[in-house]
């Protein structure tokens, strides 16, 4: 059986890649986000409640729905985790392949190799389309207007913001460069549906993507892309956010040099996992809001 | 649900998303858990949910009773079998959790409202922990406000009580 909520949310690393990177976010978005880990400090967290008995309750009913499947957690769960496995045996598989041909390596990052950019660029609408299911998954669709469920989207905050300003960073920018966007354009508008099919992203959570046959699949990712390229764009604008400006921020855990920057994409693809660990975060958070509004 | 989503989408509804909110968390320093036993024994002695799924009201019927005030947001946050959930915000700061839920997923619920001599608008009134009063509507539905801001007082979340449509959401039952 796969795991429990408990184990998951307990399991969460205090300090690992994934988590300094994720901290590196902070000058980008201050406050955001905590780190918040352990299943009973979650519910103190969430619901203010100190009782003792009371989160013992609150906890139990989270176990609960979780444990339906029929609730659709399991499958937001399986999402974030798949997608980020993907990730990271697409890194492994590039490492595994440098390291073969046996080029001399001073530091990790020479180990690597960058994606190709059409991969990368799936990569990081395989993301998206993976929150947006995920999302409906744990939450349905809030609310009786299109207003409605436009004000759900845009209540993100906490790990699922930073989850989203790390897509855009380390899927977007330092992989892609500065025109990630207009890069993810062109190469979604010349992909095939054929293209999509030998895409490991794509493959592995091909069954949950809404539309059934691969080519309305891609018309499903490719609208996904273009309704939020809009927020990444002003997100990036705003905040005065470059490559080089991420990578600066990374550089207190790790030394890289900034032509590097697509090796750097590469790292981070094997070396972290922020979307299943600000996954289990949202999970746990959205469980227990429920959980206590339900006993 | 996968239709009404990329219905959704195609009308580009995802502009608005991750608009950065106004959300202030102070660094935390989590200890290192060490309760997964005492929560497996916990999951072990928690049933799991026996209900006729078709028997729950759909989460998506309880929306347009919700309250509304000028100077306040609502924002939905969750629909579930059973279960409509809004944050209550103001000044981009979230004040309270409103939410509806149909005590047929969750039986338990209705026992602390048999042991209350309390009432609101003629339905029994229930206060839980120090952030949540509820009431007891046509004996079915749970109506829950739940603070999320300290100067939200226990006198609020009964006022806001009050405002949801609570003869409304009691036509759903009867």
């Known amino acids: ?295 | 649900m996968f239709r009404k989503v990329s219905i959704a989408i195609g009308a580009l509804l995802l502009v608005g998303l991750l608009a950065v909110g106004g959300c202030q968390l102070t660094q935390l320093n989590a200890s290192q858990p060490s309760d997964t036993t005492k929560w497996e024994q916990i999951e072990e002695q928690t049933p799991a949910v026996v209900v006729d799924k078709k028997a729950v009201i759909d989460g998506g019927k309880f929306n347009k009773f919700f309250p509304q005030a000028s100077g306040y947001e609502r924002v939905y946050t969750q629909e579930k079998d059973g279960f409509a959930e809004a944050k209550l915000k103001q000044d981009g700061n979230t004040l309270a959790m409103l939410s509806v839920s149909d005590t047929a997923s969750n039986p338990n619920a209705i026992v602390k409202y048999q042991n209350s001599d309390r009432t609101l608008a003629g339905y029994p009134l229930a206060e839980v922990g120090s952030t949540a009063t509820s009431l007891l509507v046509a004996e079915r539905l749970q109506v829950k406000v739940l603070s999320r801001d300290t100067d939200f007082t226990p006198a609020d979340r009964e006022a806001w009580l009050e405002k949801f449509d609570l003869t409304g959401l009691a036509k759903l039952v009867n």
């Open chain 1, 1 to 295: 059986m796969s795991k429990s909520i408990y184990e998951l949310v307990n399991q969460l690393p205090q300090k690992n890649l994934t988590v300094f990177s994720l901290r590196s976010l902070d000058k980008v978005l201050p406050g955001e986000w905590e780190n918040l880990v352990g299943f009973e400090n979650t519910i103190r967290q969430v619901t203010g409640e100190s009782d003792a008995a009371l989160i013992e309750q609150i906890g139990a009913r989270a176990i609960q729905l979780y444990n339906d499947k029929s609730e659709g957690y399991q499958r937001a769960m399986w999402l974030y985790q798949t997608i980020d496995s993907t990730g990271r045996a697409l890194g492994q598989a590039a490492l595994a392949s440098k390291v073969t041909e046996n080029v001399p390596f001073l530091s990790i990052i020479n180990r690597l190799t960058p994606k190709p950019e059409k991969a990368q660029t799936i990569d990081l609408c395989m993301k998206l389309v993976t929150e947006i299911v995920a999302f409906c998954k744990i939450n349905g669709i809030p609310g009786d207007s299109v207003g409605d469920f436009v004000k759900a989207l845009g209540d993100y905050s906490g790990e699922s913001l930073v989850r989203m300003v790390a897509l855009v960073c380390f899927d977007g920018l330092v992989p892609l460069g500065p025109n990630f966007i207009k890069q993810t354009e062109t190469v979604l508008g010349n992909l095939t549906p054929k293209d999509l099919d030998s895409n490991p992203a794509f493959k592995a959570i091909k069954d949950a993507v809404p539309g059934g046959k691969t080519a309305d699949q891609l018309t499903f990712i490719g609208a996904s892309f273009e309704s939020v390229k809009g927020w990444m764009g002003d997100f990036v604008e705003s905040k005065g956010i470059t490559p080089q400006s991420v990578v600066a921020n990374l550089k207190t855990f790790v030394d890289v040099a900034d032509d590097k920057m697509d090796y750097f994409g590469a790292f981070l693809d094997i070396s972290t996992n922020y979307y299943e660990h600000t996954g289990v975060q949202t999970l746990a958070r959205r469980l227990v809001e429920r959980a206590v509004a339900e006993i």
